[in-house]
């Protein structure tokens, strides 16, 4: 058993590796996004609602305005992913296929280099928005179309601390 079982572990390890082949070699911005998305499924403290994703990953480092145009949509997210990420139709968090693709991705940790910096320098990035700063003139109140706000406030040392 334990030999068919290791059998079919390695087995889905080619598939992820092809399909991480075939998201390189496309054109254009969908390999530069879809590592994006891979890295942020797999080295979130905990799992992302698709809001939160995409808000995440429309974040320019070093911006302090947040360009809603960067933001990409749940669609092209999952498109560009080949299959590899879904969406979970209970909680709308977007999440690996398979625990075995987690195991993969933590296996070659070269793919994403140093994605746990990279996430804390989105989450600070985010947190000095202008818009952001201007909370406190708002009384506190948070709106509700910063929906990365929470993730960042509360995971971004997490994600730091990861990375040393």
């Known amino acids: 058993r334990r030999q068919k079982l290791h059998q079919e572990a390695n087995g889905l390890h080619e598939v992820y590796a092809a399909t991480l082949d075939r998201i390189c070699r496309h054109r254009g911005d969908k390999p530069r996004i879809s590592m994006k998305v ?50 979970d139709k209970e909680t709308s968090r977007v999440r690996l296929i398979h625990p075995t693709l987690q195991e993969y991705l933590q296996a070659h940790t070269t793919l994403f280099g140093n994605g746990h910096a990279k996430i804390a320098e989105v989450c600070l990035t985010y947190l000095n928005l202008l818009v952001v700063r201007a909370f406190p003139r708002l009384g506190g109140m948070t709106p509700v179309n910063m929906p990365f706000l929470v993730y960042a406030s509360y995971h971004w040392g997490y994600q730091a601390g990861k990375q040393i």
Do not use: K, M, Y
């Open 38 to 87: 891979l890295w942020w499924v797999s080295l979130a403290q905990r799992p992302l609602s698709v809001c939160e994703l995409c808000d995440a990953l429309g974040v320019e480092i070093g911006s302090t305005d947040l360009n809603t145009e960067n933001t990409p949509t749940i669609h092209i997210l999952l498109g560009s992913c080949l299959g590899l990420v879904t969406v």
